[in-house]
Antibody, heavy 119, light 108 residues
Framework: QVQLQESGPGLVKPSETLSLTCSVS????????WTWIRQPPGKGLEWIGY???????SYNPSLKSRVTISIDTSKNQLSLNLSSVTAADTAVYYC?????????????WGQGTLVTVSS | EVVMTQSPATLSVSPGERATLSCRAS??????LAWYQQKPGQAPRLVIY???TRATGIPDRFSGSGSGTEFTLTISSLQSEDLAVYCC??????????FGQGTKLEIK
């Protein structure tokens, strides 16, 4: 059973860069699509972007100028960097894998990690 | 960007009764629609994909229907463990994928 675990700072200052890592266990990171999704407190889900194991990426146009998703297949990890954060970036951030070899829908989810942007 | 609108915002149903949740897309997404269940403090769980296919491990009391712009998630006989927020997700037009704001299902 694939397991995803997000990790990173729970508090980030405004204008700084949010950096999160997702560790994949119980299966290979290769030949799958890996997505980041976030959920502001009390609100709905927002798709941030995905990366394929080859390194191909796709980002939400509303975040594209600030987002970088990368992958390290040797470590079975992927990462999310979101620059110039504001309070609007406060959310639970989820690492997600698509159904079988497809980028969506989203079958496997990490438990999520809350990131608060505050000085 | 495709806007997904769910109704009602909150639904209260008695155990054993039928629950019907709706999701509308601002343009046709064909059958490229999924439903997720999110219990308090947990990550979402895939329930239905391709509008009507149950995900692995989902009880057969859950069913999905619809295509184009109108979709429905039905729980035929509500159980107490079905208390959750249910949201729809279109994956026909991307980026970005878009989600509905969710329907909170309460047990009456």
């Amino acid at each position: 059973q694939v397991q995803l675990q997000e990790s990173g700072p729970g508090l980030v200052k405004p204008s700084e860069t949010l950096s999160l890592t997702c560790s994949v266990s119980g299966g290979s990171i290769n030949h799958y699509y890996w997505t980041w999704i976030r959920q502001p407190p009390g609100k709905g889900l927002e798709w941030i972007g995905y990366i394929y194991s080859s390194g191909t990426t796709s980002y939400n146009p509303s975040l594209k100028s600030r987002v970088t998703i990368s992958i390290d297949t040797s470590k079975n990890q992927l990462s999310l960097n979101l620059s110039s954060v504001t309070a609007a970036d406060t959310a639970v951030y989820y690492c997600v894998r698509g159904l079988r070899q497809y980028p969506r829908p989203f079958e496997y989810w990490g438990q999520g990690t809350l990131v608060t942007v505050s000085s | 960007e495709v806007v997904m609108t769910q109704s009602p915002a909150t639904l209260s149903v008695s155990p054993g009764e039928r629950a019907t949740l709706s999701c509308r897309a601002s343009q046709s997404v064909y059958s490229n629609l999924a439903w997720y269940q999110q219990k308090p403090g947990q990550a979402p769980r895939l329930v239905i994909y391709d509008a009507s296919t149950r995900a692995t491990g989902i009880p057969d009391r859950f069913s999905g229907s619809g295509s184009g712009t109108e979709f429905t998630l039905t729980i035929s006989s509500l159980q107490s463990e079905d208390l959750a927020v249910y949201c729809c997700h279109q994956y026909n037009y991307w980026p970005p994928d878009t989600f509905g704001q969710g329907t909170k299902l309460e047990i009456k």
